[in-house]
T-cell receptor, first 113, second 114 residues
Framework: GDSVTQMEGPVTLSEEAFLTINCTYTATGYPSLFWYVQYPGEGLQLLLKATKADDKGSNKGFEATYRKETTSFHLEKGSVQVSDSAVYFCALRGPDSSYKLIFGSGTRLLVRP | DVKVTQSSRYLVKRTGEKVFLECVQD?????MFWYRQDPGLGLRLIYFSYDVKMKEKGDIPEGYSVSREKKERFSLILESASTNQTSMYLCASSSMTSSYNEQFFGPGTRLTVL
């Protein structure tokens, strides 16, 4: 079945460092891909998305490119801030599914001043 | 501003108790979801509802039931709580007409079963 694999955390960075959180997926066809973020004490919120191969999703300085050839959707940010400390979830929705999201296990990011 | 609210942020119950978790959304969304979130496992879908009185089992429905009597409200029921149901429970909603069905999440209920 469809699945999402994320790098294990926690990831600890200093402020202004470059961030990469790896995400790879297994799915039939062409899924839609998402990154959700969960700030402390809050629910998840959509960070960015990509619905077809080679699409780049971007928001709040974060970017991720849908790579069909490597089945990946890695999250990147050029310069992290303390306020980016959160748990990040990669997710996919299969092409045959109108609603169901498959989530990765989440990666905790801690940014130190 | 869109909103999904959950009845409690923290809940402590005893083994064998019947537990109700309530979720309300104000976006007139058709779809509503209940997930549980556990460290290292991410989010796992318990139940899904696409309309009033309609429900579908998710990946881990055992030990849970749901109720959707009104469009805006989706309840998760633990008929007889057990310690392995200690977890964070997240409710979400989405619109069928959205092109990519973005899910909007509530803040979660952290349930402890003693």
């Amino acid at each position: 079945g469809d699945s999402v694999t994320q790098m294990e955390g926690p990831v600890t960075l200093s402020e202004e460092a470059f961030l990469t959180i790896n995400c790879t997926y297994t799915a039939t066809g062409y899924p839609s891909l998402f990154w959700y973020v969960q700030y402390p004490g809050e629910g998840l919120q959509l960070l960015l998305k990509a619905t077809k191969a080679d699409d780049k999703g971007s928001n709040k300085g974060f970017e991720a490119t849908y790579r069909k050839e490597t089945t990946s959707f890695h999250l990147e940010k050029g310069s992290v801030q303390v306020s980016d400390s959160a748990v990040y979830f990669c997710a996919l929705r299969g092409p045959d599914s109108s609603y169901k999201l498959i989530f990765g296990s989440g990666t905790r990011l801690l940014v130190r001043p | 501003d869109v909103k999904v609210t959950q009845s409690s942020r923290y809940l402590v119950k005893r083994t064998g108790e019947k537990v109700f978790l309530e979720c309300v959304q104000d976006m007139d969304h058709e779809n509503m979801f209940w997930y549980r979130q556990d460290p290292g496992l991410g989010l796992r879908l318990i139940y899904f509802s696409y309309d009033v009185k309609m429900k579908e089992k998710g990946d881990i429905p055992e030990g849970y039931s749901v109720s959707r009597e009104k469009k805006e409200r989706f309840s998760l029921i633990l008929e007889s709580a057990s310690t392995n149901q200690t977890s964070m429970y997240l409710c979400a909603s989405s619109s069928m007409t959205s092109s990519y069905n973005e899910q909007f999440f509530g803040p979660g209920t952290r349930l402890t079963v003693l």
